[in-house]
């Protein structure tokens, strides 16, 4: 909470040696005091002897889910896809980038690679590069570029696709009841190529496949068939793979935010 350390914050840096920090809107007052804090937190991590930097992480996807305000607004997935240009998209994502290494984040929750099928959808709409799986895979690749370019890590999300839906995972917990043969030719194509080209994270989706998991209402983030059978070992994916947000109402009103959490690691996360 807030904009500097809390003594909660210096308590799990210090004693719970966490490997990570996300920061949102409500950490970010502005650049100066945004590059103050994540140097205040690296440098409480490596007092503690930490062999490795803390990841800082944010969600600056481009468009209206920028939590870096400025120096200068960047367009979003679907500006980038109507464009429909790999070089401008990468460009795009290593001037977005070396903003957020100024401040010291290393970390981006972007690209998101949902497939934008379901014009109804709640939550990703104009976050997507667009309807076509190969267009997406292809600007996904650019931008992933891009914030290496720039040295930032990328995260792929939400994986497996949360493009198909018509509720938002904040709020409830969605569905997408396609057969494997389509999940292969849409949702799993722009994953593939992310995989493919080197990505570096990827974020787990609150959404149910019931294609790969046959338990009924359980989502991809707390499903071993997803997680581990699916991405780690079908797709030979060997990044990190975290979760979408824990307190979102799929995950808390359903199962609990400690059960979920759990689960989620004995189902692959990490």
Known sequence: PGYDLSAEVRELVAECYIGGVMLSSRNMRDLHQIGNLTSRLQKLATSTGAEVPLLIAVDQEGGYVARLKGPHAFPGNMALGAAGSPELTQQVATAMGRELRAVGINMNFAPVLDVNSNPANPVIGVRSFGEDPEQVAALGKAFIAGLHEAGILATGKHFPGHGDTSVDSHIALPSVAHPRSRLDEVELVPFRAAIATGIDAIMTAHVTFPAIESEP??????????????????????????????????????????????????????
């Open 217 to 270: 209402g359980l989502p991809a983030t707390l499903s071993k068939k997803v997680l581990t059978g699916l991405l780690r070992e079908e797709l030979g994916f060997s990044g990190l793979i975290i979760t979408d947000a824990m307190e979102m109402g799929a995950i808390t009103e359903n199962f609990g935010l400690a059960e979920a959490s759990v689960r989620a690691v004995q189902a692959g996360a990490d």
